[in-house]
């Protein structure tokens, strides 16, 4: 029997909520709808979904906050279900779309933004290709250089070494790693690794390529970008 994908909707907008229920139920997605962040953190230490559809304004705590804890493990104990957990897909739908919304939501490890209103289609098409992702994402290894990157469980190995990264410095690696040889322009980089078409501010890319930079430091790994001026990054030759 074909597994049927499950949902988590937290919406505290209880018509929409029960009608975005009834869409996805349509489309064959089993869905558990809750109205707080509280209760779907709560939820979370109990069931797994494959995919989350996360609303900003929440009664008790913004999107924002629930995405930032969802990706430190949502304060499960247990390791492995944390990491687990902490890389479920999240689709922000809210009504909340400033760029600096949108940098935000990314920033703290959304998958995907979308603003409301939204055709139901264009949101179930959205869910599939998240999900489609998510399912290729589980079964591969990348190689980066002298290691391997599993996007799957947002990891960087080097030997014994294991560095952690967030969902948007994992899609970034991915992208050059690739193509090792060429160097990608921010813009290229955004679209690539996050499917966002500029112009957004392409100073976020040099933010995350420091971070990622910061980590690998810490563990004595040699910096694997350069930066090349006026064009953007590429990786070091091994």
Known sequence: MAHQPTLLLVEDNLALAGSLVDVF??????TTAVHR?????????Y??????????VLPDMDGFAFLKNLRNGADIEDEDRRMVVSRI???????????EDILIGLQAGADHYLTKPVDPDVLVAHILVQLQRSRRAS???????????????????????????TTQECALLKVFASEPGRTFSREELLKLGWGIEAPYETKTIDVHI???KR?????NIENP?????????????H
């Open 139 to 165: 079964e591969a290894v990348t190689p980066f250089l002298d290691g391997k990157l599993y996007p799957s469980a947002n990891r960087l190995v080097f030997g014994d070494v294991v560095v952690a990264l």
């Open 37 to 45: 962040a509280a209760d779907g953190l709560r939820q979370l230490r």
């Open 210 to 212: 420091y971070k990622i």
């Open 225 to 237: 970008f350069v930066a090349v001026r006026g064009k953007g990054y590429r990786l070091r030759s």
């Open 89 to 99: 897909p999240v689709i922000m739908l809210t009504a909340r779309s400033t760029k």
């Open 25 to 30: 139920a349509i489309n064959g997605f089993k």
């Open 215 to 219: 980590k690998l430091a810490k563990q």
């Open 47 to 56: 069931e797994t979904p494959d995919l989350i559809i996360l609303d900003v």
